[in-house]
């Protein structure tokens, strides 16, 4: 079979916003993937946007994050080939159902006026608890998909890292430059239903999407050709957690965490390995050690992330041969988190080359 005769370029990854996202870069990383291949995992999938090339390519893709909210992204649109939220589905979401209501107050209670008002915190958790009461777990996670999706549209720069969002709504400037500022989420939801609905699609492999801390996922997996690997970038931008904690909220409904500081970041953090200098050589090694088997690796990294490049070359030297890409971020924007001036990195990885000169 020809090549181009199993993928499915037709189908169009719905455009993330998300510290890190791959999105821009996927053509060129595209360039570095080997076409042989059966099996491949996103280990850090974030947006899903590397795992859905994966599944377009028409690889058997298995993806995995840690943070529960983009494990929904990757149970909708990686995991699952056929289920599509309605809009039937949707009408009765965004009803005013009275089921069980009194179990969801968490997001009115904590979070009315730090990032909206008080009404979408309520409309929020009736949405939330109507998701419950859908008969599908795939329907269930797109539909948690387009409320975080809707909610990183509703407020300046797409996280919550920041306590701007309900000035910025107020102020018409702001306003006319991003109109869903203030706009109601129901309706925001509305519009993008279509964008994840036609993304859906069948690449006829049985794909599956994970939500563990890689450390522990790794080890478990067998008969992977290729591991993508696209860790936080340690001293640059890591704190996934606090840059996207309400959305991790939203989706786990937390009921025995603390809520703190202004921005009512969860307290337990949930715990990563590669968000701390002092603890992400560790893990690295940790995580090569347990991908040994894994002929194929491709490893996007920042010329500001710890370690450095030269650094993290001699230790992937141990493991396997070493090709290093590299481009330039032009248009980057300023703010916490930017890339802006730096270099993207890509690492990519292969068996060391053993020539084998036994007698016959
Ligand atoms: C640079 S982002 C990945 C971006 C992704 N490639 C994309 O295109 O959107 C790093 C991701 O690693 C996840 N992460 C951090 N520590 C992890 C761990 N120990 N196991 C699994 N995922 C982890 C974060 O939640 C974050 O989504």
């Known amino acids: 079979m020809l090549f181009d005769d199993k993928t499915f370029f037709q189908y169009k990854f719905p455009e993330p916003?998300?510290?890190?996202a791959k999105f821009i870069w996927l053509s060129w990383i595209n360039k570095f993937?080997?076409?042989d291949i059966e099996v491949a995992l996103d280990a850090f999938s974030g947006s899903q946007s590397v795992a859905y090339l994966f599944k377009q390519l028409g690889f058997t893709t298995?993806?995995?994050?840690?943070?529960?909210?983009?494990?929904?992204i990757g149970l909708s649109l990686i995991e699952n080939s056929n289920t599509l939220l309605s809009n039937e589905d949707y009408n009765f979401l965004i009803s005013n159902n009275?089921?069980?209501?009194?179990?969801y107050k968490l997001i009115k209670q904590n979070f009315s006026n730090v990032f909206f008002n008080e009404e979408q915190a309520d409309f929020l958790d009736k949405l939330r608890a109507n998701i419950e009461l859908l008969?599908?777990?795939y329907k269930k996670a797109i539909a948690i998909t387009l409320v975080n999706r809707?909610?990183?549209?509703?407020?300046t720069m797409g996280h919550f890292a920041h306590t701007q969002a309900i000035n910025y709504a107020n102020d018409p400037e702001r306003v006319k430059r991003n109109p869903n500022l203030a706009r109601h989420l129901k309706d925001i939801i509305k519009d993008i239903l279509p964008l994840y609905n036609q993304s859906i699609f069948d690449n006829g492999k049985d794909n599956k999407s994970y939500n563990e801390n890689i450390l522990d996922l790794l080890p478990k997996l067998n008969r992977l050709d290729l591991v993508y690997f696209d860790p936080p970038y340690c001293?640059?931008?890591a704190d996934y957690q606090s840059f996207y904690h309400l959305l991790e909220t939203y989706t786990e409904y937390w009921k025995e965490k603390k809520f703190i500081n202004s921005i009512k970041r969860y307290e337990p953090k949930k715990y990563s390995g590669f968000d701390k200098k002092q603890e992400v050589i560790e893990s690295l090694n940790q995580l090569f050690s347990s991908a040994t088997e894994i002929p194929n690796w491709i490893i996007?990294?920042?010329d500001r992330s710890y370690p450095n490049v030269k650094e993290l070359e001699t230790i992937l030297k141990q493991y396997k041969d070493v090709q290093i890409e590299s481009q330039a971020y032009l248009n980057g924007r300023g703010g916490k988190g930017s890339v802006a001036g730096s270099k993207e990195i890509l690492f990519i990885c292969k068996n060391h080359l053993s020539i084998n000169l036994g007698s016959k």
């Open 135 to 137: 008969d599908n777990n």
């Open 150 to 155: 809707s909610l990183t549209r509703k407020v």
């Open 17 to 20: 916003q998300y510290l890190g």
């Open 300 to 302: 996007s990294w920042n």
């Open 235 to 237: 001293d640059s931008h």
């Open 62 to 72: 298995l993806t995995n994050d840690f943070l529960n909210f983009n494990h929904q």
């Open 33 to 35: 993937i080997p076409k």
């Open 98 to 103: 009275q089921y069980e209501l009194e179990k």
